[in-house]
């Protein structure tokens, strides 16, 4: 009899498992930008923990929520999603908070967020000369929200940022500060030749974070320097 059975019970699982298999692949995308609402610049991103996208799929309950993380230079895509009505809103973000929107995202949908940054950073300029790296800036404050810290991030690697660095000088502000002040940061390549004599070439990331609620640093593009 259990010779009988055997051949049964694993026809029965197989049809089981066939079923629940027998699903369409994701077919539908999204992609955009974080843009500056107004300089049109974009906004950029730490890679590891800076802003993601939430999604709240409709037609389900409870709803399991996605995320989707922002890459760098501020700009997102995810080419596996399903086609539906989905609720957006991007969150923990370098900018002023967005309402959430209910999206229809089907095949290549694009999206742009307009948004306004905490902090811009002005003038940037970044020189390498008897080995130090030094960086010159000014601040833009775009709301009530004042400066906490300003930073110069290294990293052989463009994804440079607060999270990711080998090396760091950073200065707390706590403070409100004008467009016309002059920043100045200063990294001392020589004496920490042990960091930055693995590479010849090094990228240099300007930041600045504000005093606001899960507020993350905004930045300028990492500039490469060879050492």
Excluded at 16 to 36: H, I, K, Q
Excluded at 61 to 87: C, S
Excluded at 120 to 140: C, D, E, H, M
Excluded at 182 to 194: C, G, Q, R
């Amino acid at each position: 009899m259990k010779n009988q059975l055997y051949p049964l019970i694993l026809f029965a699982v197989g049809l089981f498992s066939c079923e629940l298999d027998n699903y369409d692949a994701p077919t539908a995308s999204m992609s955009g930008r974080f843009v500056d609402a107004q300089t049109g610049g974009l906004v950029e991103q730490d890679l590891i923990n800076g802003t993601v996208i939430q999604l709240a799929e409709h037609g389900y309950d409870p709803v399991g929520l996605q995320y989707l993380a922002v890459k760098n230079d501020g700009t997102f895509e995810n080419k596996l999603l399903f086609e539906n009505t989905y609720t957006v809103q991007p969150v923990r973000g370098n900018f002023y908070p967005l309402d959430e929107q209910e999206v229809k995202i089907t095949s290549g949908t694009t999206l742009d967020f307009e948004v306004t940054p905490y902090l811009r950073i002005i003038n940037p300029q970044i020189s390498y000369s008897n080995g130090k790296v030094t960086a010159t800036f000014s601040i833009g404050q775009t709301g009530a929200a004042n400066v906490r810290k300003i930073g110069l991030f290294a990293h052989p690697n463009p994804v440079v940022g607060q999270p990711v660095q080998v090396y760091s000088v950073e200065e707390d502000l706590n403070r409100d500060v004008t467009e016309d002040e002059v920043f100045t940061l200063e990294i001392d390549v020589i004496n920490n030749s042990s960091i930055f004599g693995k590479y010849n070439d090094f990228f240099f990331r300007i930041g600045a974070i504000a005093n606001a609620a899960e507020s993350k640093y905004n930045y300028v593009t990492a500039e490469r320097i060879t050492l």
